[in-house]
């Protein structure tokens, strides 16, 4: 096997993994507090990660951290407590909407020039959400906030573009402030506690060793080996991964107009990132 293969395949595992977090968050917050859920499961990672990546921590990225871990906790705590309300699958299709929201933040921040097909791709999207969220002009709950978590994943890419001279070593940063922040939030607001079941410290156990630092890790490591859009094309498997396996352990069936309107999300991705192969 060639190595650009054999880096493929491990990136297709990582997304595998990803997709699983899922189901295994749905079950691990369904009585434990979400925050705290998530600051456990970051405080993990942080830890595994500074092990890995010291050499590479610069002081000087510490700032630029601190603004990518705020639109990381952003993302992640608006998901996790989404997925109180809503099902695995809603969860990880609207969460792949990222992809469809980056040039309009690109925009933003960099002044590229939007296309036509931008604007198609998002109102391909819109209408995937719209099905996929039973058909409502009011979206619910759990989806709504993972609109706004899909929104803060892609400031998180535009900006991790913006700090991209500072290194590797600003990936322990954003993981670390995600973990200061989500500490803080749920001391306050939900009183930071361990968990006594073992689904959830399992669950967050997984999630912060398996899908944060050794996915992160294998990422940084054979991305590079990879065409960027190949990658991209290989990362939006993941609500498919995540659909999957919802439904072989949680029953998380969709209605037929949700399977349509999951699949134009992902046809509004995958259009995306047609067009990016196209400048790749």
Known sequence: MNERRKAELVLLGATFIWGSTFPVMKIGVEDFPPITFIALRFGIASFVLFLALRKHIRKDALFPGLILGFT????????????????????????????????????????????????????????????????????????????????????QIVLVEYFGNLGVGLAFWQIFWNFILSTVYAGIFEGISLPSDPKVLGGIIYTGIFATALSFTLQVKYQPKVESYKAAIIYSSEPIFAHLLALAFLNDRLPPKGYLGAFLILLAVWLELYQERKNY
């Open 72 to 155: 990381l906790f952003l993302g992640h705590g608006f998901q996790i407590v989404g997925l109180k309300y809503t099902t695995p699958s809603n969860s990880a299709f609207i969460t792949s909407l990222y992809v469809v929201f980056t040039p309009f933040i690109a925009f933003l921040f960099f002044r590229k020039g939007l296309k036509m097909f931008d604007a198609f791709s998002l109102s391909l999207a819109v209408i995937g959400l719209y099905l996929i969220s039973n058909a409502e002009l009011r979206l619910n709950y759990g989806d709504a906030l993972t609109v706004v978590a899909a929104l803060s994943f892609a400031f």
